[in-house]
Structure formats: structure tokens, C-alpha cells
């Protein structure tokens, strides 16, 4: 039984497409994930932030997900940023090595 189950909530702002997630975020929801995803991540107009600040757990199939969108909107030369990381989430992301790839960023967004 989970805790705390995953939440997608996507935000437009006038400079992003924001989403949201929070909860566990693992090899059960990838289909949830993918979803969101799908509706913004083609999308070049703005920046595709994923606000990680309600996100408790992480596993190498949400990890991987998180890559594939970072190359994704790099090929695509748009912006991709990703904030508000929960401490222990982080220090996955310093392991692993994915940190120096991932940037916060649109920070006149609330």
C-alpha cells in the first residue's frame, strides 16, 4: 500500500509549462507520467519546468524518464529546468551523476 500516491498538476504560466509532481514516483506510474508529459513536451514556445518540491520517492524508471526529457528538449533547443528538489531526491540525482545536468531555473515564476 502507498503513502503517498503520484500527483501530476500541470501549471501554465506565461513563460512555462509547469508540472508538478508529487508522491512516489516509480515504475507504476510511467504511464500517468508519460501522459503529462506528451501534452507539453513537444511544445517549444516555453520553458518545461518539473517542480519536484511534493515528490517523497524516486526510482531509476522515474530517473530515466527525467534523462529522456532533459535530451529530448536539448535536441529540440528548448529550455527545460528542474526545481525545487526535496533534499533526499537530490542527493539520488548527485549519485547518480544526473545533477550537473539538470538546471533550476525560471525563478520569476511562482
Known amino acids: 500500500m502507498k503513502l503517498d500516491p503520484f500527483?501530476?498538476?500541470?501549471e501554465d504560466s506565461p513563460n512555462a509549462y509547469?508540472?508538478?509532481?508529487?508522491?512516489?514516483l516509480d515504475l507504476?506510474?510511467?504511464?500517468?507520467l508519460r501522459s503529462a508529459l506528451e501534452q507539453v513536451m513537444?511544445?517549444?514556445?516555453?520553458?518545461?519546468?518539473?517542480?519536484?518540491r511534493g515528490l517523497t520517492y524516486i526510482?531509476?524508471?522515474?530517473?530515466?524518464?527525467?534523462v529522456s526529457v532533459l535530451k529530448y528538449r536539448d535536441e529540440m533547443k528548448a529550455p527545460f529546468f528542474v526545481r525545487e528538489i526535496p533534499p533526499?531526491?537530490?542527493?539520488l540525482?548527485?549519485?547518480?551523476?544526473?545533477?550537473?545536468?539538470?538546471?533550476?531555473?525560471i525563478e520569476d515564476e511562482a
Open 18 to 24: 509547469i508540472l508538478h509532481l508529487s508522491g512516489e
Open 7 to 10: 500527483q501530476v498538476m500541470q
Open 88 to 91: 533526499a531526491i537530490q542527493r
Open 28 to 32: 507504476s506510474i510511467v504511464p500517468q
Open 93 to 105: 540525482f548527485d549519485l547518480t551523476g544526473i545533477s550537473r545536468y539538470l538546471k533550476e531555473g
Open 59 to 66: 526510482d531509476s524508471t522515474g530517473i530515466g524518464i527525467i
Open 42 to 52: 513537444n511544445r517549444s514556445d516555453k520553458a518545461l519546468v518539473l517542480n519536484l
